[in-house]
């Protein structure tokens, strides 16, 4: 069956500070990746999705980037970090880029303080 | 006009009480649609898949209306565990013009209280 993890679960980050979290899955092959973003009192906000190996488009211009150096794994990351980037930061994936239900990992927690 | 709308609650029922969320999508292109379910502090989990002609898990029912784009969700008989928030999400093409990949857009949730 097919697995997804992200981690740090919870980090608590100043201002300015660099960020990197990371997302795995396992039990397919090709998966389609996403990385969203839900602020308090927000909905989930699409951030970036790769359909392969070093394919990333972006959907919000912004202090982020991405990067899927494997198949199977997918890494969030700031040079600098602001204040506004505090959220919860949610990894998923999809089989079938066009009609697949979305499977979610377990999230991380960020505070930018 | 939101892509996805939804009413953001909370809703607070006593438990046994049946429940219905609505959800309205702009994107009249949308191909599929599905809820998911939120806890507090955790990813959200897919409840359920809609299809046109609704359909049935348990307790939960959902409907779609396409020409009203529409969705709903009715819960019965409510029990405490089915408190969360819960998302509607459409599956619809980026470009206006239908062609191209196909994106999921989520509604902003609906909160759910379940009472003892």
């Known amino acids: 069956s097919q697995t997804i993890h992200q981690w740090p679960a919870t980090l608590v980050q100043p201002v300015g500070s660099p960020l990197s979290l990371e997302c795995t899955v396992e039990?397919?092959?090709?998966?389609?990746l996403y990385w969203y973003r839900q602020a308090a009192g927000r909905g989930l906000q699409l951030l970036f999705y790769?359909?392969?190996?070093?394919?990333i488009s972006s959907e919000v211009p912004q202090n982020l980037s991405a990067s899927r150096p494997q198949d199977r794994q997918f890494i969030l990351s700031s040079k600098k970090l602001l204040l506004s980037d505090s959220g919860f930061y949610l990894c998923?994936?999809?089989?079938?880029?066009?009609?697949?239900?979305?499977?979610f990992g377990e999230g991380s927690r960020l505070t930018v303080l | 006009r939101k892509e996805v709308e939804q009413d953001p609650g909370p809703f607070n029922v006593p438990e046994g009480a049946t429940v219905a969320f609505n959800c309205t999508y702009s994107?009249?292109?949308?191909?599929?649609f599905f809820w998911y379910r939120q806890d507090c502090r955790k990813e959200p989990k897919l409840l359920m898949s809609?299809?046109?002609s609704g359909n049935e898990d348990g307790r939960f029912t959902a409907q779609l209306n396409r020409a009203s784009q529409y969705i709903s969700l009715l819960i019965r008989d409510s029990k405490l565990s089915d408190s969360a928030t819960y998302l509607c999400?459409?599956?619809?093409?980026?470009?206006?013009?239908?062609?191209?990949?196909?994106?999921?857009?989520f509604g902003k949730g609906t909160k759910l209280s379940v009472i003892p």
């Open positions: 998923a994936w999809r089989g079938d880029a066009n009609t697949g239900e979305l499977f």
């Open positions: 039990g397919t092959s090709n998966p389609n």
């Open positions: 790769s359909v392969g190996i070093g394919q």
């Open positions: 994107n009249s292109a949308s191909q599929s």
């Open positions: 809609v299809y046109s």
């Open positions: 999400v459409v599956n619809g093409p980026m470009a206006p013009s239908g062609a191209g990949s196909y994106q999921l857009t």
